[in-house]
T-cell receptor
Framework: ETGVTQTPRHLVMGMTNKKSLKCEQHLGHNAMYWYKQSAKKPLELMFVYSLEERVENNSVPSRFSPECPNSSHLFLHLHTLQPEDSALYLC????????????FGPGTRLTVL | GQSLEQPSEVTAVEGAIVQINCTYQTSGFYGLSWYQQHDGGAPTFLSYNALDGLEETGRFSSFLSRSDSYGYLLLQELQMKDSASYFCAERDSNYQLIWGAGTKLIIKP
């Protein structure tokens, strides 16, 4: 139990669908992250939120839209995705943005048909 | 650019010692982290080195040489449960992690 949960664990969607990924952390942390993990590639940082404010957006396509309503919850809204967006999407949190240790959720395995 | 290099796969024998190397090329380097990820699981934090030298935590140790832009993870007394992927990740000046592609560690009995 890492204290970071993600739902759903698996998602299959068509290119015209709209879906949302949810992340919740029960650790009292102030920073939350979305990563994309593709096979045999480095984890790609997508978004960083610190104290509910987005502090980084690493050139992610606009078909990915994050939302952080409070310090415990993070969403990733998906629309008109492409097959190359199929990957494992990992949420993580850390005590602060400067924290050395990030705690990861189990991820959502996304398949775009 | 920023990139980290680590071997894609390493094989070792149960009970042995294995070293996983990581080299980085970046400006604004703050420190090097190591994470473990089992198949189907989430990455979990192992260690962080901001200064040169060796950090030891049980069977795992991590080393950093800033002058050589190089670090390694050392795993001793290997157990079958250590079979996993190991990632080095660099902290940059914005406190973000830049990740290597991971090293798959295969342990044979």
């Amino acid at each position: 139990e890492t204290g970071v949960t993600q739902t759903p664990r698996h998602l299959v969607m068509g290119m015209t669908n709209k879906k949302s990924l949810k992340c919740e952390q029960h650790l009292g942390h102030n920073a939350m992250y979305w990563y994309k993990q593709s096979a045999k590639k480095p984890l790609e940082l997508m978004f960083v939120y610190s104290l509910e404010e987005r502090v980084e957006n690493n050139s992610v396509p606009s078909r990915f839209s994050p939302e952080c309503p409070n310090s415990s919850h993070l969403f990733l809204h998906l629309h008109t995705l492409q097959p190359e967006d199929s990957a494992l999407y990992l949420c993580a949190s850390s005590r602060t943005k400067q924290g050395n240790e990030q705690f990861f959720g189990p991820g959502t395995r996304l398949t775009v048909l | 650019g920023q990139s980290l290099e680590q071997p894609s796969e390493v094989t070792a024998v149960e009970g042995a010692i294995v070293q996983i190397n990581c080299t980085y090329q970046t400006s604004g380097f703050y420190g090097l982290s190591w994470y473990q990820q089992h198949d189907g699981g989430a990455p979990t934090f192992l260690s962080y080195n901001a200064l040169d030298g060796l950090e030891e935590t049980g069977r795992f140790s991590s080393f950093l040489s800033r002058s050589d832009s190089y670090g390694y993870l050392l795993l001793q007394e290997l157990q079958m449960k250590d079979s996993a992927s190991y990632f080095c990740a660099e902290r940059d000046s914005n406190y973000q992690l830049i990740w290597g592609a991971g090293t798959k560690l295969i342990i044979k009995p």
